[in-house]
T-cell receptor
Framework: EAQVTQNPRYLITVTGKKLTVTCSQNMNHEYMSWYRQDPGLGLRQIYYSMNVEVTDKGDVPEGYKVSRKEKRNFPLILESPSPNQTSLYFC???????????FGQGTRLTVV | LAKTTQPISMDSYEGQEVNITCSHNNIATNDYITWYQQFPSQGPRFIIQGYKTKVTNEVASLFIPADRKSSTLSLPRVSLSDTAVYYCLVGDLYSGAGSYQLTFGKGTKLSVIP
């Protein structure tokens, strides 16, 4: 089954404690992205990747890091989380351009 | 990707047909129009995609006029389960240049009333 898998689904952490949210896709897609969603602000892109070792900043990259060492994985790293990073996060993948994007189940992160 | 404009919200009664219009005045020749649906706390889900005239699938229809500067997503006989946010996106399906970012915006929040 074609899917994008994110882990964990829910996470509560404390300010400053490094964390990683994993994302994996099994469709051999080249493009992968991370979004955050906050009430009233819609989906905002954090980082995206066009291929292995090729990443670029989206609209809200501050406080986040990503890496793309393998085609299937695109982890999101928060080196020093802060309460303003409390949000619902989605990972997505697609073949390219504006082709159909597949989204993960979401990760609800709370930073206290 | 071309900028899109759609209503912030819409209300409809159950059983009615709902039409959500998206404006994309700067659509390029190679651009396709894609609609996604998002339920609360879930990731967006692809609904339909088209280039011109009309596209229909089991979920919705997409109407695109000849000038392609707008498009209309039509949901027939909506039910309560169609309450969701609907996003309109415009972009070249395959081109890398200028299409790296997939920008969703705020979408149209559709509320279906019993």
């Amino acid at each position: 089954e074609a899917q994008v898998t994110q882990n964990p689904r829910y996470l509560i952490t404390v300010t400053g404690k490094k964390l990683t949210v994993t994302c994996s896709q099994n469709m051999n897609h080249e493009y992968m992205s991370w979004y955050r969603q906050d009430p009233g602000l819609g989906l905002r892109q954090i980082y995206y990747s066009m291929n292995v070792e090729v990443t670029d900043k989206g609209d809200v990259p501050e406080g986040y890091k990503v890496s793309r060492k393998e085609k299937r994985n695109f982890p999101l790293i928060l080196e020093s989380p802060s309460p303003n990073q409390t949000s619902l996060y989605f990972c997505a993948s697609r073949y390219g351009g504006a082709s159909e994007a597949f989204f993960g189940q979401g990760t609800r992160l709370t930073v206290v | 990707l071309a900028k899109t404009t759609q209503p912030i919200s819409m209300d409809s009664y159950e059983g009615q047909e709902v039409n959500i219009t998206c404006s994309h005045n700067n659509i390029a020749t190679n651009d396709y129009i894609t609609w996604y649906q998002q339920f609360p706390s879930q990731g967006p889900r692809f609904i339909i995609q088209g280039y011109k005239t009309k596209v229909t699938n089991e979920v919705a229809s997409l109407f695109i006029p000849a000038d392609r500067k707008s498009s209309t997503l039509s949901l027939p006989r909506v039910s309560l389960s169609d309450t969701a946010v609907y996003y309109c996106l415009v972009g070249d399906l395959y081109s890398g240049a200028g299409s790296y970012q997939l920008t969703f915006g705020k979408g149209t929040k559709l509320s279906v009333i019993p």
